[in-house]
């Protein structure tokens, strides 16, 4: 099971946006390190989304050293100082390598965010197992609580989410007869608008190489050689008239 802790938050709506994130993202348990107030009716709550039904009500006050001593603890920080010799845990691991460095995990997880100013102090990172760090600009690598979140529970769900609202595969290409019988209709068409019979190959090899990049669906595929059919069967009926 994977949890996630936030340490002495000051501002209710970033406990709010995680909530919620976690929702997204298939994660339940949220534990609390010295939470401000969280008003049923202020904006954790007005934050959280569908998480204000389950979550954030069930969320749980512990102490630090609760979750150090009972969790296989990843600590999310801004700043890695990039130094084995200055800093308490090194190297930092990315959100995106973080699912398959707690795969193999036994125990309960828990992904640990800090404060909102100040993240987690070094003495408090150097409790912890695991840091990760989101790569970003290096004039201003500080993301907001909530957003930073959002990035590292995004990135774990192949652990937490078994099934999501979108399909095996958002881009089925079409199958190749398909393709090819629309590279044959255009075929047609071409002749059919009396292009330069010289000129038809060059052509043909142009189609092909932008329906290569395009990589068509079969409704893609199926729509363009119906609108390509229409275009020379009106050609062809103008010309008998």
């Given at each position: 099971?994977?949890?996630?802790?936030?340490?002495?938050?000051?501002?209710?709506?970033?406990?709010?946006?995680?909530?919620?994130?976690?929702?997204?993202?298939?994660?339940?348990?949220?534990?609390?390190?010295?939470?401000?107030?969280?008003?049923?009716?202020?904006?954790?709550?007005?934050?959280?989304?569908?998480?204000?039904?389950?979550?954030?009500?069930?969320?749980?006050?512990?102490?630090?050293?609760?979750?150090?001593?009972?969790?296989?603890?990843?600590?999310?920080?801004?700043?890695?100082?990039?130094?084995?010799?200055?800093?308490?845990?090194?190297?930092?691991?990315?959100?995106?390598?973080?699912?398959?460095?707690?795969?193999?995990?036994?125990?309960?997880?828990c992904v640990v965010f800090g404060r909102e100013r100040v993240g987690l102090s070094n003495d408090?990172?150097?409790r912890l197992d695991v840091i990760c760090s989101i790569p970003a600009s290096a004039s201003y690598?500080?993301?907001?609580?909530?957003?930073?979140?959002?990035?590292?529970?995004?990135?774990?769900?192949?652990?937490?989410?078994?099934?999501?609202?979108?399909?095996?595969?958002?881009?089925?290409?079409?199958?190749?007869?398909?393709?090819?019988?629309?590279?044959?209709?255009?075929?047609?068409?071409?002749?059919?608008?009396?292009?330069?019979?010289?000129?038809?190959?060059?052509?043909?090899?142009?189609?092909?190489?932008?329906?290569?990049?395009?990589?068509?669906?079969?409704?893609?595929?199926?729509?363009?050689?119906?609108?390509?059919?229409?275009?020379?069967?009106?050609?062809?009926?103008?010309?008998d008239e």
């Amino acid at each position: 099971m994977i949890s996630v802790a936030v340490v002495d938050a000051e501002t209710p709506g970033n406990i709010g946006t995680i909530a919620r994130s976690m929702k997204n993202f298939g994660l339940s348990e949220l534990l609390l390190v010295d939470p401000p107030e969280l008003d049923p009716d202020g904006e954790a709550y007005g934050f959280a989304g569908q998480a204000r039904d389950d979550i954030l009500p069930n969320a749980r006050t512990v102490t630090f050293d609760e979750i150090a001593e009972n969790y296989h603890t990843v600590a999310c920080t801004a700043t890695t100082n990039e130094d084995p010799a200055n800093h308490v845990r090194y190297p930092a691991t990315t959100p995106a390598d973080l699912a398959d460095s707690l795969r193999g995990v036994e125990g309960d997880i828990c992904v640990v965010f800090g404060r909102e100013r100040v993240g987690l102090s070094n003495d408090e990172l150097a409790r912890l197992d695991v840091i990760c760090s989101i790569p970003a600009s290096a004039s201003y690598p500080v993301l907001n609580l909530g957003q930073a979140a959002t990035i590292v529970l995004y990135e774990l769900r192949d652990l937490t989410v078994s099934e999501t609202q979108h399909p095996e595969e958002l881009h089925t290409l079409a199958a190749k007869p398909a393709v090819e019988g629309l590279h044959a209709e255009f075929d047609r068409f071409l002749r059919a608008i009396g292009h330069p019979e010289e000129k038809q190959h060059k052509s043909r090899r142009l189609f092909r190489r932008v329906l290569g990049r395009a990589q068509p669906t079969g409704r893609e595929t199926k729509t363009l050689r119906g609108l390509f059919r229409q275009a020379r069967q009106r050609i062809e009926r103008a010309e008998d008239e």
